[in-house]
């Protein structure tokens, strides 16, 4: 068993690094848990929710970016569990303005494990600025790979599962996701589209060129602001405490989200005999080039955000880990963040300063 004392001093020299990175410009403001199935054992902020901004404070609103994809997923899972949709079922099946696309014959499966040849991030909204150009467009996308023959991390392939679940149900995404993952949690901060209420506590995210201005409380993914602010990809809005419901839930088993067989069927790998190591919507622990390091187990499994956001999970180990903080602030250039998080994520605290 880890000591007190040991605990606490991988508490400090961690906020120790995440100060340090504040000060060297890698984002404002950074906010972390880290705790098992009994609760957080290291929680913390530092900084603010824009340079020159007000200080943060616990109750920040954070823009997850690709975080949404795996609590889509969840969403999806609960609809498998109900029945609504199984995880052969294909798009053809569900979204008729597809039948006739090279995309027709991919399955739910293929698409939550990114193993359906759909490229990956294609920025549509470059040259189709409505909803229904853009999803237009993304049905004539050419295939990088033959399905199940690569994993390709593919955002677009995570709008089509959200319009799968919203065809499947007659229901709007946000409002399946407020039923089936915040509802189940009591989740009062988790949605999409923040309230002009609550863009007074968000954190800044980038000075966007496209926009010409700071995007503050409103998605960082140009593709989802095309989309409306609601996609399977991204533009889920959350809290640290809302967060660690869910992580909590997870590390238990899976209840009151998912069944635990269901939960073990999502997160099992999928995808070892190819590239990456893919679960159903969640990334598994690669045995080399992990975003979080080499100290989590091999069952260990997770996502990461653009906007520099992360949910990784142990369930061998029984831990959990939370990191959240605006590095594309004030630009989306990597400025030493991806080594300052796998710096993070050590079990015992940082050992040295990242680089």
């Known amino acids: 068993m880890v000591s007190a004392r040991d605990l606490g001093v991988a508490s400090a020299a961690r906020r120790r690094l995440l100060e340090d990175g504040r000060a060297r410009g890698l984002y404002s403001g950074a906010a972390w848990s880290l705790g098992d199935a009994s609760g957080p ?11 020159g901004g007000p200080a943060l404070d616990g109750d920040d609103l ?34 008729t303005r597809y039948a006739a ?39 004539t996308l050419p295939r990088d790979a033959e399905p199940g023959t690569r994993v ?98 997870l590390v238990g088993g899976g209840p ?20 990456l190591r893919r679960a159903l919507a969640w990334q598994g622990q690669d045995p080399a080039g992990s975003p979080v390091g080499d100290t989590f187990g091999p069952a260990s499994y997770g996502h990461t955000g653009f906007t520099g956001t992360s949910l990784w999970l142990d369930p061998e180990a029984g831990r959990y880990a939370i990191l959240l903080t605006n590095r594309v602030h004030p630009s989306r250039e990597e400025r030493g963040f991806n080594e300052l998080r796998r710096e993070f994520h050590r079990p015992g605290g940082p050992e040295r300063r990242s680089v």
């Not at 054992?41 to 340079?51: N, P």
């Not at 494990?113 to 189709?128: F, I, N």
């Not at 039923?179 to 995210?205: K, S, W």
Request: glycine share 10%; with cysteine; net charge negative.
């Open 41 to 51: 054992l290291d929680r913390g902020w530092t900084g603010t929710r824009a340079t």
């Open 152 to 249: 390709t991390y593919s955002s677009q392939g995570f709008i089509l599962l959200g319009l799968i679940a919203e065809q499947a149900t007659g229901r709007g995404l946000d409002e399946l996701t407020s039923e089936l993952v915040c509802a189940p949690l009591g989740l009062a901060d988790t949605r999409f589209r923040p309230t002009p209420a609550d863009r007074g506590r968000a954190v800044a995210t980038e000075a966007c060129p496209w926009r010409g201005r700071t995007v503050v409380g409103e998605v960082h993914d140009e593709n989802a602001v095309v989309l409306g602010g609601v996609a399977g990809h991204a533009g889920l809005f959350s809290t640290l405490a809302d967060l660690e419901r869910i992580a909590l839930s």
């Open 256 to 275: 009151p989200l998912l069944e635990p067989d269901t939960l073990t069927l999502m997160t099992a790998p999928r995808t070892d005999h190819l590239n």
């Open 62 to 95: 954070w823009d997850l970016a690709s975080v949404t994809k795996p609590l889509v997923g969840l969403v999806v899972m609960a609809l498998v569990e109900r029945g609504d949709l199984r995880l052969g079922d294909t798009v053809g099946q569900h979204l």
């Open 101 to 139: 696309s090279p995309h027709a014959p991919r399955t739910i499966a293929q698409l939550l494990d990114h193993t359906s040849g759909l490229p990956g991030g294609v920025p549509l909204y470059r040259d189709h600025p409505t909803r229904e150009s853009l999803l237009t467009a993304l049905g």
